[in-house]
């Protein structure tokens, strides 16, 4: 069973409309949660990182916000995309500090 | 800021030859150190983690870490094309939430 399921899979947005990415952790306790992203042919890049309910740390500023609402979700949004958005996301957890484990990611073109 | 950089950019190796790959770091207070691959945009794997000097096996991959040369490598045992992906070098530090990645090595296998 996926332990870590990602949504929407793909999107496509104009400049300017707002975006939700949603991932959720199934059958772990209190993870640790992040946001990664990825634009096409680079770098990963951490954005975000949560420890517990309520609480988020930037990592990297890219006009994005994160919110964890529930132990098992972490979103990942922002009211105006820009064509820089574009790209690859990928939500990951972990227990402690060991290893994490990446969902499927979400492809996000912006247009 | 931690500075992660891997080489070579890419790497062609026959079916069954060994494959070596490399990761230097800025940081020598790093100790956490991991490798992932990645087939075609998609999630990541974990292959290997290592905190110590010295070497960690896991099935046919091999990591070497040597901190006082800023330097871990990825061994591949015996490599299949199926092994044919992007391999990435992330590195961290034990109560630091932070995780830097390389721009990655894109590996391929020949038959």
């Known amino acids: 069973a996926q332990t870590i399921h990602q949504w929407p899979v793909a999107e496509i947005k104009a400049v300017g409309s707002p975006l939700s990415l949603g991932c959720t952790i199934k059958?772990?306790?209190?993870?640790?949660l992040y946001w990664y992203w990825q634009a096409t042919g680079g770098t990963l890049q951490q954005l975000f990182y949560?420890?517990?309910?309520?609480?988020v740390e930037s990592v990297v500023q890219l006009n994005l916000s994160a919110s964890r609402p529930k132990d098992d979700q972490f979103i990942l949004s922002t009211e105006k995309l820009l064509l820089s958005h574009s790209g690859f996301y990928l939500c990951?957890?972990?227990?402690?500090?060991?290893?994490?484990?990446f969902g499927p990611g979400t492809r996000l073109t912006v247009l | 800021q931690q500075k992660v950089q891997q080489s070579p950019e890419s790497l062609t190796v026959s079916e069954g030859a060994m494959a070596s790959l490399n990761c230097t770091f800025s940081d020598g207070t790093s100790n956490n150190f991991r490798w992932y691959r990645q087939h075609s945009a998609k999630g990541l794997e974990v292959l290997v983690s290592i905190f110590s000097d010295g070497e960690k096996e896991e099935g046919r991959f091999t990591a070497h870490l040597n901190r006082a040369n800023l330097h871990v490598s990825l061994h591949i045992r015996e490599p299949q094309p199926s092994d044919s992906a992007v391999y990435l070098c992330a590195v961290s530090m034990t109560g630091n939430y932070k995780y830097v990645f390389g721009a990655g090595t894109r590996l391929k296998v020949i038959a």
């Open positions: 949560s420890i517990t309910v309520g609480q």
């Open positions: 059958g772990k306790s209190s993870p640790n």
């Open positions: 990951a957890w972990s227990l402690a500090q060991y290893e994490q484990y």
